[in-house]
């Protein structure tokens, strides 16, 4: 008896491009937030973002146990504040020489749904490189009520 397994080939290697022009002083920026602003405790997490303009926007986490937003998410908010749109590139740095950070399933999720061609900096076995945040959510859910103006 077979089954209808779909997946019969070998799993599928992501592939992390290299860091682009800007990059590099995208990182620096979440450094520095996260190097002068962390408490510890409830900001540990620094993201920053480029948007279509080229204008860099930065936030921090907001660590809760009821389910406080991730840097990811807070800078998308900032960005939008002050007027960033079509955002390009985010990286997030964690306190403590931590370095930069992969967002976490559910930034992946909002990241994707919200910015489908948003690129990600994010660390691998070979240094920091970059991906299309599509790449980082294979499979992803799709929704299927409508979409809310935005
Ligand atoms: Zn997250």
Do not use: K, W
Request: hydrophobic share 35%; glycine share 14%.
């Amino acid at each position: 008896m077979g089954h209808d397994h779909p997946t019969t080939g070998p799993t599928p290697q992501l592939r992390c491009g290299p860091l682009l022009e800007g990059d590099a002083e995208l990182i620096d920026a979440a450094t520095d937030v996260v190097d002068r602003s962390s408490d510890g405790a409830v900001h540990t997490v620094a993201a920053a973002v480029r948007d279509g303009s080229g204008r860099l926007h930065v936030g921090m986490n907001v660590y809760h146990f009821t389910g406080g937003p991730c840097a990811e998410l807070v800078v998308l908010g900032s960005a939008r504040a002050a007027g960033g749109d079509h955002l390009e590139v985010i990286a997030a740095v964690g306190a403590g020489n931590r370095g930069v950070l992969s967002p976490c399933g559910r930034c992946r999720q909002v990241l994707a749904d919200l910015h489908p061609r948003l690129r990600v900096i994010v660390p691998t076995a070979d240094g920091v490189g970059s991906v299309p945040i599509r790449d980082l959510l294979p499979f992803g859910y799709e929704q299927t009520y409508e979409r809310r103006p935005r």
